[in-house]
Every structure is written in C-alpha cells, then in structure tokens.
C-alpha cells in the first residue's frame, strides 16, 4: 500500500516585509520625493523672501536719506559771508610822466647832429628827399648816422635809418640806408651791435619826443 507524503511538516515561507514589495518601494520612493520637493521649496522661498525684503529695505531707506539731504539747513549767505577788511593802503598817485617805450631808450653816447649828417642828402636816390632827427654816434675813426626820410611830398619815408661813417666814405648799415642811398654795405656790421642798434633808437626816441 503506498503511503500519500503530508505537508504539514514542511516549513511556512515567512510573508515578505512591506517595504521590500513592489508597492512599499513605490511608496518609499514617492515620498523621498515629494520630501525633497518640499526642500528645495522651502529653501528658494527663503531666498526671495530675503531679496524681496532687501530691496524693500533699500526702498524705504532712499526717501529718508533724500529727506535728510532735503532737511539740511543751509547756511546763510548773509551772516556767514565774512566782512572784507577794508583797505588801509592809500593809493599811490598816478604819475604825470609818460613812460619811456623799450624803442625809445636813448643810448648814453648819442649827441646831437654837427652838421656830419647833412652827408647822407648827397647819396639819397631820390633828390627831393631830406632828412630829420640826424642823431650820432661818435667812436674813434667812425661816426653812426641815425635819421628818418621825408619824401618830396612831406610823407615820412622811414622812421630811422643808419649809416657809418669811416675814413671819409658813407657806408649804409640798415635795410633802409641800403634801399633809399647809394651807399654800399657796411662790412662786418649789423644792425644788432651795440652802436648801430643805439643810435637808431635815439632817431626813434627823437621822432617821439622823448
């Protein structure tokens, strides 16, 4: 007679643990996110609320420092303006003499005309022109001629021109003397050394009055 095998010795499999199912890790998971959804919420809500209440501090703040800028009293002009000190210098009184232009310093060697100068007429390219304020320089052997031209018609023709005088011969040293007389060039002068330059100032100081 065969014998039928019971089961009722076999052991019981124990039933799984909820969170090992397939719904418990579903859950799980679900709940992992909606928990960190809830994180990353709460902290961008923080972050603006702390810009929103920044700028609502910088707002409030600019209309009480425009108030303040307003409400500064300013000084007033009248009372702290400070008296100006009245003068106690007696003006110097205005002088009656004309002063000497740098053109008309007289040089301390120049002396009337001696009648030297009438020389100059006889080389002059033009007959009908003469000669005023002859002025000299005396040094040695030579003698500087300083004087204006007049035209035939009375209109000056030059202020100041000079010539030199040397060994008997008129020798022209200005761009003028050269120009209105036949006389040659004064060699190894110019119109920059000391006595030539002099002599034509006294001209000019002549021509002015002075």
Avoid at 114 to 121: I, R
Wanted: charge should be negative; hydrophobic fraction near 35%.
């Amino acid at each position: 007679m065969s014998t039928i095998p019971s089961h009722d010795n076999e052991p019981q499999k124990s039933p799984k643990p909820w969170y090992k199912r397939w719904w418990g890790i579903a859950l799980i998971v679900l709940v992992a996110f909606f928990l960190f959804g809830g994180i990353l919420n709460a902290l961008g809500f923080e972050g603006d609320t702390t810009d929103t209440a920044a700028g609502e501090q910088t707002t409030t703040n600019a209309p009480e420092e425009s108030t303040s800028a307003t409400e500064q009293p300013s000084s007033d002009p009248a009372t702290s303006a400070s008296p100006e000190p009245e003068s106690t210098t007696s003006e110097a009184p205005a002088s009656s003499e004309r002063p000497t232009p740098a053109a008309a310093v007289r040089h301390e060697r120049c002396v009337d005309d001696d009648g030297t100068a009438e020389m100059v007429t006889g080389i002059l390219n033009d007959p009908g022109m003469t000669i005023k304020n002859p002025q000299l320089i005396k040094d040695g052997n030579d003698t500087w001629i300083g004087a204006g031209l007049v035209d035939g018609t009375g209109r000056d023709e030059s202020r100041s021109d000079v010539w030199l005088l040397r060994d008997g011969t008129l020798y022209a040293v200005s761009g003028g003397a050269r120009n209105n007389s036949s006389a040659a060039q004064a060699a190894g002068v110019s119109m920059a050394d000391d006595l030539p330059a002099g002599v034509d100032r006294c001209v000019v100081a002549e021509s002015m009055g002075f």
